[in-house]
């Protein structure tokens, strides 16, 4: 690892000497893009420059909501200009001389219209599938063949500097708790089951991934391992259009409709989509040995398999209202559903021996289990957004409320083989409520071209009511057990106030972003035993940034964090369904803090290629793990259950992460395209009464694309996850490879596709180690991932460009309308607080 940190180092210095003997002042191309026909600014336009006789361009950048832009660090020379937008024709501006140090303006680049005659075209504009930003670097699925008819876990596979495990459990740069927002806003669709909400949204309903490892002032603190914000198709282009689409496969089915309309200022989104996971079985086995304090050694044999469903569904209405050219008014309300069912059977057997190896006892029994989860989430936001005359200076007001609704149950029966033993089991009903309400205020304020204020305040209120239901087996018949019958109610209030600056010094030389965040919680649970203290926590930001030449930049960044515990961390419902595994919550749970620094560089190539190298080193404590302790006997309220597995979690201690981030994307010919992401990162545990535990761990992964013609590709794409050593064991290693193909026709409005995910394995073998005090654990998991699937695909309606009245052209001038294919190139942040 320190290999790794030396060898990027020295090529920061490199190009940093580079820069140094290459002290040209550098120019600026600025100019305003408008439409033809009314003379509106056109908004988020592509402006691209090419050294005039280059056929591609060396930078570039998006005009802002007025139709303006300039492009800087331009060198002395020649250059064609292009302005492009959906829907237009593309402009073209050529020799633009560029001396020393000097400003060239363009002017009015006026976009036509695509002719009217054509009413049932398809344009098609090309985004880059990885965007590096200051803050941020966003991927874009478009193109991401391997992806169609998945879910979103599928596509968070290929995002650089994520890892994704084969159980759909998420990490950012090694970390798992990540801050999940959907189009910038908080949802109670992930505050039950992250990796089934994750798994209900399916991959041609998100038009690209947000991934920010160190969030500014703007956000919210929560998150130690940083924020990824999905956002979802809409359309803000004049008419009406939409798009269907359909898959099925051996494991799983997908279905999406998604519906645009709109009119002059006014515009809705509606869309549906749904999914199911097939039944799949999976076997397992787990063999656990234990000595208790008589020495006495007790081996446990488990053996039998899961079957295992999941379904989920989601559907939402948008509305876009711009009231006037500095008033703007959107809102939306989403419904959101996904569960899961699971029944198992397990063939036990438990013998003892004592400490001379004498034989004890045999115990054999067949254990019959299954379970059920349910999640509902209904997600309403109003949002208001003020410009004003002066560029730069905004003010938005977003009010969001997100009601989730869930219920757990788990019923497990032991019958036992001989010795006439009268059978065990248990059953449990655990619903629970979940009310978030935020209310943020923002304001933005440009003190001078190069110098920019953001404030705002944020109040966010949580509430969660859990009740745990529990029926036990006695006498042949299940009556009710009132020890495990209890009610829990969890209440946090969050008070948030920040304020940060922007600015550029040495002549644009260095960007510089910092900021200060101040969150104050406050935490009421009713839990018998719970006393958790109302806390404080400042949450500084900060962000260097340079430019190196036309086409390299370097960033250095530090943020501290914070990692609230979620739902399931703190419930402190019992799982009994394998009464000799239970697992349960931590009501007590203190926040996890995190101070992340980051080292990038980013290089971009005049052919398409580029590079992006991010180096990061992550310190956490009060560190939220999953701890197992065992128990010869464990009483339960009033309960004896035997030679027990009890997982909970707890803070442990503290945690260091350093690691680096290696993503490449290289045009190989006109035809084939490669892309690459690898993670290295070395993981430090140091534990209380524990030896301090290190372990090393890598992903790597391999896209690759070929472009037939004729609207004909196929991708390829492995990934393969190591091993890694954790305060308690080995987490288990994985392989995982797709191919897929696409044909498109009738003017790309209809594609179809097929896809292929481990066809030559039906299964992937999962074996994972876990020990401690008393005892040792071997987990082997048969995970089914072979499947076979078809996706088909179909865009309808058309675009259309009206010339309105000069009333309306006046009234409209300057409002925001960006559509959907540049919606990842908007400049004011998604997922702010």
């Known amino acids: ?98 001396k020393d140090g000097g400003n060239v303006s363009v002017g009015e680049i006026k976009l036509a219209p695509v002719p009217r005659q054509l009413q049932g075209v398809t344009i098609t504009a090309k985004t880059p599938t990885v965007e590096n930003r200051i803050d941020k670097m966003v991927y874009n699925p478009q193109n991401d063949l391997s992806a169609q008819g998945g879910v979103a876990i599928d596509i968070l596979k290929k995002v650089p500097q994520i890892t994704v495990d084969i159980d759909g459990n998420v990490e950012l740069q090694g970390n798992a708790n990540i801050r999940f927002l959907i189009n910038g806003k908080p949802s109670s669709i992930f505050g039950a089951s992250l990796a089934d909400a994750l798994q209900s949204i399916p991959a041609s309903q998100i038009k690209s991934i947000e991934v920010i490892t160190s969030p500014g002032a703007k956000y919210d603190a929560a ?146 289990s299954r379970s059920k989860f349910n999640g509902t989430s209904t997600d309403v936001s109003v949002g208001y957004k003020k410009t004003f005359d002066k560029e730069g200076q905004e003010l938005d007001v977003l009010y969001t409320e997100s009601f989730g609704n869930n219920s757990f149950s788990s019923f497990q029966q032991t019958d036992f083989l001989a010795g006439n033993r009268p059978s065990t089991g248990i059953s449990n009903n655990n619903p629970g409520k979940d009310r978030e309400t935020n209310i943020s205020v923002d304001y933005t304020h440009p003190v001078s071209k190069n110098f920019t204020i953001e404030t705002g305040a944020k109040l966010d209120f949580n509430h969660i009511n859990n009740n745990v239901v529990t029926d036990t087996l006695l006498n042949g018949g299940f009556v009710p057990n009132t020890n495990q019958t209890y009610g829990f109610t969890y209440d946090s209030k969050i008070y948030a106030y920040y304020l940060s600056a922007s600015t550029s010094l040495f002549h644009d030389f260095l960007d510089i972003k910092a900021g200060l965040r101040d969150e104050y919680t406050t935490i009421k649970a009713d839990f018998q035993g719970a006393n958790i203290p109302d806390y404080n926590i400042l949450v500084p930001s900060l962000v260097f940034s340079h430019k190196i030449g036309d086409s390299q930049s370097i960033k250095i960044s530090y943020t501290r964090r914070i990692q609230r515990p979620d739902y399931g961390a703190l419930n402190p419902f019992l799982n009994i369904s394998d009464p000799r595994n239970i697992s349960t919550g931590n009501p007590n749970l203190k926040p996890e803090k995190g101070d992340n620094f ?230 004011d942040d998604k997922g702010k607080h």
């Open 223 to 368: 998150g130690t391992g940083g924020i990824v914000n999905i956002i979802l198709k809409d359309s803000r282009v004049e008419g009406v259009n939409g798009s269907v689409n359909l898959s099925a496969g051996t494991r799983r089915e997908n279905g999406s409709f998604n519906l645009n309309v709109r009119k002059g200022n006014f515009g809705v989104n509606a869309f549906f989509s749904g999914n199911a996971q097939l039944n799949s079985n999976s076997p397992n086995s787990r063999t656990r040995t234990s000595t208790d304090s008589l020495k006495n050694m007790t081996t446990l044999l488990q053996q039998g398999s899961n079957n295992f469903t999941r379904n989920g569904y989601q559907s939402g209405l948008n509305f876009t209202w711009n009231i006037t050219k500095h008033d703007d008014l959107n809102a939306s309300v989403g419904f959101n559903h996904f569960g899961n069912h699971s029944t198992g059977v397990s063939n036990e057997d438990t013998r003892v021996v004592d400490a001379a190896g004498n034989f004890v006892s045999d115990l054999a029994d067949i254990r019959n």
């Open 1 to 98: 690892m320190k290999a790794l940190f030396v060898s990027f180092l020295l090529v920061i210095f490199y190009v940093n000497v580079q820069a140094q003997v290459n002290p040209a002042a550098k120019g600026k191309i600025s100019g305003k893009v408008t439409d033809a026909t009314n003379k509106q600014p056109v908004d988020y336009a592509t402006i691209s420059v090419y050294k005039q006789g280059n056929a591609s361009p060396f930078n570039g950048i998006s005009t802002d909501t007025k139709g303006n832009f300039t492009v800087d660090r331009i060198p002395a020379g020649e250059y064609k200009i292009t302005a492009d937008f959906l829907g237009y024709q593309r402009a073209t501006i050529e020799h633009v001389i560029v």
């Open 598 to 827: 980051e080292l990038g560089y980013n290089k971009s190539f005049d052919k398409g290629a580029n590079i992006n190298i991010a180096a990061f080193y992550r310190y956490n404590t009060d560190d939220i793990q999953q701890f197992t302790t065992f128990f010869p006997e464990l009483d339960v309220n009033g309960i004896t259950y035997n030679n027990v597995s009890l997982n909970q979690w707890y803070n442990l201690g503290s945690q260091i992460r350093t690691g680096i981030n290696l993503y490449a994307s290289v045009p190989v010919t006109s035809k084939l395209s490669l892309r690459t992401n690898m993670i290295f990162s070395d993981r430090i545990s140091r534990n209380p009464g524990f030896a301090s535990v290190s372990g090393f761990t890598y992903r790597l992964n391999l896209n690759a694309q070929y472009n037939f013609g004729h609207d004909l590709s196929a991708e390829f794409f492995g990934n393969y996850n190591s091993s890694q050593k954790g305060i308690q064991g080995v987490n288990p290693k994985f392989v995982f490879y797709n191919f897929a193909v696409r044909k498109m026709i009738l003017n790309k409005k209809f594609s179809f596709g097929l896809t292929a995910a481990n066809p030559f394995a039906n299964f992937v073998g999962q074996r994972s180690t876990t020990f401690g005090s008393g005892f040792s654990t071997v987990n082997i998991r048969q995970v089914p991932v072979r499947s076979f699937g078809i996706s088909l695909s179909y865009k309808f309606g058309k675009l259309e460009f009206k010339k309105e009245n000069k009333e309306r052209d006046e009234e409209n001038m300057n409002t925001p309308d960006a559509p959907p294919e540049k919606e990842s190139d908007k400049k």
